[in-house]
């Protein structure tokens, strides 16, 4: 059964007091059944976070992490790391580290691979630039990205695997792609999947939207066919917003 999911990503905001007051107001939501909730934190208040959730049913993922188990990498996060602090999952190939910190395909699917040895759920993000929305190749930009960094996984790699499609024209700038975008790009996403790796594993796949998700426009995104929840920035910071937009995942 395809799961819904809300995953919060809190990005490179919030001190540490903040941090723990937003997963402590968190921690009262109403998760529908059906759901799942993630909270995309920043790495230095991951490990408090995961203490605070614990005994909730929220989950906690990474924003991003390192390829390689260990070494000298100065000021880099591995994956034994992330998992000895017990969280669930890591936010991959966002767009602002694909453009800030030349992310490509191939380091991508190394990470990938990393955080599924690892035993954590990746939450592979892609989306286009307006410019190629523009010139409609925006399906041809998301396939290159998910089959350069997806196509050499197993069937039981993919099974685990979460995408978050994102279009950066939407992300952090009050634009909402409309449902039906939405809906055309999730289910081009699932019918490339399904191409590759077959109806069990495309059925199954949580295909998440994100860019300026609000409490006003999730309920219409996630009724979607092929929108099975959101990646949401800005409006996970508060837990008010979050928690409406977790509401409209029933
Ligand atoms: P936004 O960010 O909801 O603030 O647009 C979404 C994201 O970048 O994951």
């Known amino acids: 059964m395809r799961r819904k999911v809300v ?5 490179m905001n919030k001190r540490l007091d903040e941090a723990v007051a937003l997963a402590e107001a968190l921690l009262t939501v109403e998760v529908p059944a059906g759901t799942d909730v993630i909270l995309g934190v920043p790495h230095v208040f991951l490990d408090r976070v995961v203490k605070l959730t614990e005994a909730s049913s929220i989950m906690v993922a990474a924003q991003n992490c ?12 591995s994956v034994p790391m992330l998992t000895s602090v017990g969280i669930d999952a890591v936010i991959l190939g966002h767009s602002e580290r694909r453009a800030q910190f030349g992310e490509d395909e191939s380091l ?3 990470k990938v691979n990393a955080v599924l040895a690892g035993g ?5 993000c892609c989306g286009e630039p307006l410019s190629v929305r523009e010139a409609e ?7 290159a990205q998910i089959s350069g960094s997806l196509f050499g996984l197993t069937d039981e790699q993919m099974a685990k695997i979460i995408v978050a499609y994102e279009p950066i024209w939407a992300i952090g700038t ?14 081009a996403i699932r019918t ?3 191409a590759r790796f077959g109806d069990q594993i495309a059925d199954n796949l949580s295909i998440l939207y994100g860019g300026s998700v609000k409490p006003a426009n999730a309920g219409e995104l996630f009724s979607q066919p092929d929108v099975d929840g959101g990646l949401v920035g800005g409006a996970s910071l508060k837990a008010q917003d979050f ?8």
């Open 7 to 11: 995953a919060g990503n809190w990005k």
């Open 66 to 77: 390192h390829a390689a188990d260990g070494g000298a990498y100065t000021g880099e996060v």
């Open 108 to 110: 991508l699917a190394d």
């Open 120 to 124: 954590l759920t990746p939450i592979f």
């Open 137 to 143: 190749g925006q399906n041809a930009f998301v396939e």
């Open 174 to 187: 009050g634009v909402t792609a409309s449902p039906e975008q939405a809906q055309d790009m999730h289910h």
């Open 192 to 194: 490339m999947i399904r």
């Open 243 to 250: 928690s409406d937009i977790i509401a409209a995942s029933a």
